[in-house]
Every structure is written in C-alpha cells, then in structure tokens.
C-alpha cells in the first residue's frame, strides 16, 4: 500500500499537476459544478442527536447537544427512514461503487491485514465465501470487489477529491486499503484502520512512537502527535487545509468527511465532557455523548468555512451514518439495547437500530428549509444521486448499480414512492455482538444479532434469520420498535414479501450459509 502523504500546502503540488487541475477547473467552470461534502458519522444511532428523526423529540434527543447538526437540519431537509447496513464496511463500500451489499459480497466488516474473514462462530452455520478483503480498484485481487469507484466518477469530471479520516474498505495491503488507489486526490489519516486505538494526540492517536506509525494505528497525523488535541479536530482542521487547496486551484472539491467518531475505543473529549458529567451521565455514556459533540463541532466548523469563503451557496452538504448505534454493555453504560429506542437492537442487527440512520441533506437552492422527508432511502442511492448532484451524465462502471438516484425527492419534498423494495443481506455474524454478550444466545434470539436477510416495501418489513430458520413480518408505521410479529396474521404478505426477498438475492447473485448437518445452502423461507 502506498505511503500517506499529508498535503498541507499549496507548495506540494508540481508544475504539472498544478496544470491539470488547472485545465480540470476551467471544465468544471463552464458546467457550474457545485461543492460537495459527504458528512460520515461511525456507527452513529438514529437517536443519536438532538436533532429528533422520530415524529417526536425523545429523552434520548434531550440527552444530546448537537447543535450544529440543528443548523444543519433547519437549512435542509432531514430524513427520517434512511438506511444503512448493519456493520460499517458493507455501508462504505456501498457508498463509494452504489452496490448492494448483497451484490458486492463485502458483507462484513474487514480486518486490519488481508485474508482473515471477520465471522464469528455460529451453532450448526457455515458462512458462505464473502469478499473480506474488501473494495478494489483492480481486477483479480482475491477475495476483493472490483468496482469504479465514485471519487474517480469525479476527478476524472473535474473535482478535486479528499478523503478525510475512516476508509476502512479493504484489508491491507491491498491497494483498496489506501484511498489515494480509489480516486482521491489527497487522503488524510484513511488506511484500513476500523477503529482507532486512541483519539487523543497526546497518545499519538494510538501509535507507539511521536512521530512515527504503528501499524493498525491511525496514519499520517504526526504533526499532531504529543498535542493536547482530538482526533475529530485534527481531521476537521486538515480537512480545511485541503479545501483551501482547492480553493486557491478555482476548482470544485468533493470531500468525504469521515470520522472516525463515535466508534470504541472510547475516550473523553474534554472541550465537552465535563458538562455531560454534570448532567449526570455515567462516565461511559459521558464519553460517548462527548464524541457525538466533537463530531457536531466539526460539522460546525465546515460551515463556518463555507460560510468564511462565501461558498455556502454552491456547496451540498450531506450527513449520513454507516450503521446503527452500538447498543452492547460494554462499552455503552446503562442497560444493553436501550439506547436507539424505540427503535429495535443496534449495530450488528437488521431489525431497524442496527440500519436505520439520521440523515440530512443541504442542497442550496433545490432542498427546502427545515424540512422532512420520511421516503425510503439506502446507502447505496448516494452514488447516483451524488453523480446528478455533480452534473456528470455519461459515465461507465465495470459494476452494476443498484442505487436509485433520490434528486427527485429533494427537488420536489412531497414526492413519495412505496413501490420499491430495500433489500439487506447479512449472511455473516458479527464478532463484536457474540465478544461482549455474556449469554449470547439469548442477544441472537431476541436482538437480531446473527446471520439474517431483509426486505422493506411500504411499510411492511420481512426478516429471515437463517440461524433460527425463523421469519417475521412487521408493519413499521404501526409498530416502529418491532414487538409484534405478524407472520402469523398475515401469511399471505410474509409469502409475498418471502418470496420477492428471494427474487432480488437471486438478481444480485447472493451468496448464502450452509447448514452444516446437512451441508444443504439456506434461503428465506415461509412455510
């Protein structure tokens, strides 16, 4: 894998390259192309905020300050059903190639180094043969998916692209581990790094030495090692750097701000800890909620440069989460799967806290203010939508897209459309869920936490889970927490739904577990 390079300056850029960007921006000049920023959250919940994505503010929004992500939501529209995968990395490969989970097989989070698939045990299940060494921008890397990513759609139609943060799409040292191989002009402390070891400069962000790089740690913020400073404002203010970049290039940028936050490791962010404490949070839910504030004030930050540089008006701003809060104890205090009520379980889990995710969108001059919008939408509609968004028609993929462009329900708040189905495949079972669960069966049984596919239309959502060889069927607009099973009071929709679920796994070409009795490969079935 190639070596960071931290750019912090214009100097950095040769004769040549600066002629490029140059010859880029004066395209991009004649199309209008607006800025970008695609705001990343790590495994952020739905109620995560004082934002409310509920149709009524809660005690969990009440628990929260977040108020540039209410800046954010008044200057916007916030949507109340997106979605997400259930674990981190299917959701950033889905972001950047517009595949479902289902069809790019990346169907797990992947490990630091190549080749070690991520799969916890299961009783009596055998995983089927994903993709664990994640997104490629080559043909024939093992146990990799070979897509056009989205930020080379984009350089390659005039942007200037940064990556900042999490990457976390491949395993190294394959070359999809490093985001400089997957179109971005400049990348900032993004390698294949899940989680950091620590968020404070003055632990050098987990790396051993000042100065120097610990594998698995976090990459290429040196200058920072020994600060009294947090990882979050360390990337916003490299982030800045870069925009400044472009900037004094007159071309648009794209930027891919991902946090690292709120992911464990947990550790206290001081500039807001202290206040949490006082309002009688316990130390880890003290820590958490100060993660969620740095994160906030980073959001902050980038408008505040917007608004500093008068780009404001040609700048689109959008804040998504890669899955459902992380509801285990530990790390979380308090009580196990309370914390994304009343949604259902969390990060690790198709039922709605593992998936559902607060989502906004600021687009100047198209979006509404203040607005909301419960339409359906997924992780993979980004790459779509972003590529309109951009202007940039004619383009050409090596993968199919499965993502719906959602531009008409910006541009027109009112627009609904139930006829189509979102579909989830998880046929894997996450590590962390069955590490921290004392009695894991129990988590299994009623959290969603194991091997298991989905599908929504309308507001009837089906569940398989092939460790139970169990289905449930659930009307989301009556009963949003998931408590009540209605398969047997509608066999007719669970068949239906059972059925469609099947056709759109076999469309993708899904891979599927085996039972390891009897070696026979399970699907979705009703009977």
Avoid at 420 to 425: G, K, N, T, Y
């Amino acid at each position: 894998m190639k070596r960071l390079i931290l750019f912090t300056s214009i100097t950095v850029f040769g004769f040549t390259q600066a002629l490029s960007f140059k010859a880029q921006a004066q395209n991009a000049e004649k199309q209008n192309q607006p800025n970008i920023i695609v705001f990343m959250v790590d495994d952020m919940g739905w109620q995560d905020t004082s934002v409310p994505f509920y149709k009524e503010t809660t005690e969990l929004n009440r628990k929260y300050h977040t108020p540039n992500m209410e800046r954010l939501a008044a200057m916007g529209v916030k949507f109340t059903q997106a979605y997400a995968t259930a674990v981190c990395t299917p959701s950033r490969v889905s972001l950047q190639t517009g595949m479902n989970a289902a069809s790019h097989r990346v169907t797990n989070w992947t490990a630091y180094n190549e080749n070690q698939p991520t799969d916890a045990p299961y009783p009596g299940i055998k995983f089927p043969s994903w993709n664990y060494n994640g997104l490629s921008p080559v043909p024939d890397t093992p146990n990799t998916v070979y897509a056009t990513p989205i930020a080379q759609l984009l350089k390659e139609n005039g942007y200037y692209t940064i990556h900042a943060g999490k990457s976390h799409m491949a395993s190294y040292p394959t070359l999809g581990a490093d985001p400089s191989n997957l179109g971005y002009d400049l990348n900032i402390a993004g390698n294949a790094v899940g989680g950091p070891k620590s968020y404070l400069g003055t632990e050098n962000f987990g790396n051993k030495v000042k100065g120097g790089y610990t594998p698995a740690a976090i990459p290429g913020l040196e200058l920072y090692h020994g600060k009294d400073i947090f990882l979050s404002e360390a990337l916003t203010l490299e982030a800045k750097k870069a925009l400044d970049n472009a900037r004094y290039l007159q071309i648009p940028f794209y930027l891919y701000m991902s946090h690292y936050a709120v992911h464990a490791q947990y550790k206290p962010d001081s500039r807001f800890y202290q206040r949490y404490i006082d309002e009688g949070l316990s130390t880890q839910e003290a820590q958490y909620a100060s993660l969620l504030q740095g994160m906030d004030k980073s959001l902050g930050d980038l408008m505040d440069y917007l608004e500093k540089y008068k780009l404001t008006k040609n700048t689109i701003i959008m804040f998504m989460s890669d899955n459902g809060g992380l509801t285990l104890v530990p790390p979380r205090g308090g009580k196990a799967f309370t914390h994304n009520l009343p949604l259902k379980s969390g990060k690790g889990s198709v039922y709605e806290g593992g998936i559902r995710e607060p989502m906004m969108v600021y687009w100047p001059g198209v979006t509404q203010t203040n607005a909301t919008n419960d339409q359906p939408l997924i992780i993979e509609d980004f790459y779509p939508t972003i590529l309109e968004m951009a202007g940039v028609k004619k383009y050409q993929t090596v993968q199919k897209i499965d993502g719906k462009t959602f531009v008409p329900f910006l541009r027109n708040n009112n627009l609904r459309d139930t006829s189509r189905a979102l579909v989830w495949h998880f046929p894997n079972n996450w590590q962390e869920g069955q590490k921290r669960s004392k009695e894991y069966k129990i988590v299994s049984e009623t959290e969603g936490i194991g091997p298991s596919s989905a599908i929504r239309k309308g507001n009837w959502k089906l569940i398989y889970f092939y460790g139970l060889r169990k289905t449930e069927l659930y009307n989301l607009q009556d009963d949003i927490g998931e408590h009540h099973n209605l398969v047997a009071k509608f066999p007719k929709k669970a068949m239906e739904l059972t059925q469609l679920l099947n056709k759109k796994l076999a469309e993708e070409n899904a891979q599927f577990p085996t039972d390891k009795a009897t070696n026979q490969i399970l699907k979705p079935t009703f009977n």
